[in-house]
């Protein structure tokens, strides 16, 4: 059974400071995408990481991807109170081609 | 607007009651998913099809049943709704993205499903 796990759950941090959003997955894929949902609302893609090693950042968020450890990181970086969202992960399945699977999701808070 | 459109944004049922939810999308896309999303577990898959007139269970079909009706259309079906499925169900269409090549998803507002 694939299973792609991220933590925190929750994240409250103040506005300015710096945290890291960790990925884990159980299942060969070299396919790594970061979604965003504001509150009541549909998903937006941020990332699409493709390859081990890949780095990708729009303006105070970067995504890593390392395929070896099976782990994806979202960066952030001076938080904003405009970067409160949920963040989700997910992988897409080897040899498939069309099964995502997608994490547990991260609620982030910034603080004023 | 392009994009991926569901309905109903919102509906309450009772237990037992059936519906359907209905998704289009007019991105001449050939890969549609339905998803449900819970607190605490993300998005799971429902069922999938990779084109038209096939489909796919995905981790938690029981409960639910799919149609392709062409390439543009893929409704979920309650038959007999269970307080468990009351949930945020949401529909996607698979693209290529044009800068990278890779396969990424587009999703649509969200239908949010209340069965009391």
């Known amino acids: 059974e694939l299973k792609v796990e991220q933590n925190p759950l929750f994240l409250s941090m103040q506005e300015g400071k710096n945290y890291t959003i960790y990925c884990n997955y159980s299942t060969t894929s070299d396919r790594l995408y970061w979604y965003r949902q504001d509150p009541g609302k549909s998903l937006e893609s941020l990332f699409v990481?493709?390859?081990?090693?890949a780095v990708k950042q729009e303006g105070r968020l970067m995504a890593s991807l390392d395929t070896k450890a099976r782990l994806s990181t979202l960066h952030i970086t001076a938080a904003v109170h405009d970067l409160s969202a949920t963040y989700f992960c997910a992988v897409l399945r080897a040899n498939t081609g069309n099964q995502f699977y997608f994490g547990t999701g991260t609620s982030l808070t910034v603080i004023p | 607007n392009a994009g991926v459109t569901q309905t109903p944004k919102f509906q309450v049922l009772k237990t037992g009651q059936s519906m359907t939810l209905q998704c289009a999308q007019d991105?001449?896309?050939?890969?549609m998913y339905w998803y449900r999303q819970d607190p605490g577990m993300g998005l799971r898959l429902i069922y999938y099809?990779?084109?038209?007139?096939?489909?796919d269970k995905g981790e938690v079909p029981n409960g639910y049943n799919v149609s392709r009706l062409n390439k543009r259309e893929f409704s979920l079906r309650l038959e007999s709704a269970a307080p468990s499925q009351t949930s945020v169900y949401f529909c996607a269409s698979r693209s290529r993205d044009i800068s990278s090549g890779a396969n990424v998803l587009t999703f649509g507002a969200g239908s949010r499903l209340t069965v009391l």
């Open positions: 990481l493709l390859s081990n090693g």
């Open positions: 991105m001449n896309h050939n890969s």
């Open positions: 099809s990779a084109s038209e007139g096939t489909t």
